[in-house]
């Protein structure tokens, strides 16, 4: 009769070693949804400040109505002097702010890598690996150009 050997216990699983581009990935990750968050955030603090401005405009120009109608235009010659002051100016910042993020991170070739990318989603076979092939192309091309 032949004896038994005794198992061995099986080893624990150590966590996976997170490689040196993985944990870049991992702090670039976070910085993207923390920067998220804060955009976010200060894109609430904006409507809210908005809203009570409007919200204040409205009860000024309401009472300015029930008083005295001279009120009523100094409610409206504020609001269009502040307006003046900083709208034009605004939406030009932020024009100018949304085109440099476009040419900074070259959002026509991350579009093209999203196209590649679905399309390997929604095919099979040959076609999906040519297509996921493409997008990693275009995505490598791009990063080694710089533009991302």
């Known amino acids: 009769m032949a004896?038994?050997?005794a198992k061995k216990p099986a080893k624990a699983k150590?966590?996976?070693?997170?490689?040196?581009?993985?944990t870049e990935f991992d702090k670039a990750w976070t910085a993207y949804n923390s920067a998220l968050?804060?955009?976010?955030?200060?894109?609430?603090?904006?409507?809210?400040?908005t809203n009570g401005a409007l919200a204040?405009?409205?009860d000024a120009?309401?009472?300015?109505?029930?008083?005295?109608s001279?009120?009523?235009?100094?409610?409206?010659?504020?609001?269009?002097?502040?307006?003046?002051?900083i709208g034009p100016e605004y939406v030009k910042q932020?024009?100018?702010m949304i085109e440099g993020i476009f040419r900074k991170t070259n959002i026509e070739s991350i579009k093209k890598f999203n196209e590649q990318w679905e399309k390997f989603l929604k095919t099979s076979g040959d076609d999906s690996i040519r297509a996921y092939q493409e997008a990693i192309k275009r995505f490598n091309q791009t990063w080694?150009?710089?533009t991302i």
């Open 3 to 5: 004896a038994k050997k």
């Open 14 to 22: 150590s966590p996976a070693k997170k490689t040196p581009s993985r």
């Open 37 to 49: 968050s804060g955009w976010k955030d200060a894109l609430a603090e904006w409507q809210k400040a």
């Open 56 to 58: 204040a405009y409205n």
């Open 61 to 68: 120009c309401q009472k300015a109505l029930e008083s005295d």
């Open 70 to 85: 001279e009120l009523l235009k100094k409610v409206s010659s504020s609001w269009e002097s502040t307006w003046m002051e």
């Open 94 to 96: 932020q024009t100018r």
């Open 144 to 146: 080694q150009s710089g």
